[in-house]
């Protein structure tokens, strides 16, 4: 059984970081590519990053360039965000999810299995 863990969400200043960490198991960890996604209150579910533990290949959306990082422990079967310079508009359930093929696709729905999600909270 596929299962994805997310951990490491809490609550932040503005311009703060935190590392979040999705633990992966039930399957070959490089075959699938991992996608970290969020969901704001009253807003459409936003995918934010992706990475390849295959081959290191790694997306980011606009508004998260040159904040956050995602790297990947295949060791571990695990995948990190980095998150720094946190902003209020930052604030969201995170979930990290994994793709349907090993290279990180523009579709959300070729994102099979999810976490259940840990909080980002970003205060003034």
């Known amino acids: 059984e596929v299962q994805l863990v997310e951990s490491g969400g809490g609550l932040v200043q503005a311009g703060g970081s935190l590392r979040l960490s999705c633990v992966a198991s039930?399957?070959?960890?490089?075959?699938?590519?991992i996608g970290w996604f969020r969901q704001a209150p009253g807003k459409e579910r936003e995918r934010v990053s992706c990475i390849s533990p295959f081959d290191g290949v790694t997306y980011y959306a606009d508004s998260v360039k040159g904040r956050f990082t995602v790297s990947s422990d295949n060791a571990k079967n695990t995948v990190y965000l980095q998150m720094n310079s946190l902003k209020p508009e930052d604030t969201a359930v995170y979930y990290c999810?994994?793709?349907?093929?090993?290279?990180?696709?523009?579709?959300?729905?070729?994102?099979?299995?999810w976490g259940r999600g840990t909080q980002v909270t970003v205060s003034l």
């Open positions: 999810a994994e793709g349907d093929n090993y290279f990180c696709s523009g579709s959300e729905r070729d994102f099979g299995a």
């Open positions: 039930g399957y070959t960890f490089t075959d699938h590519a």
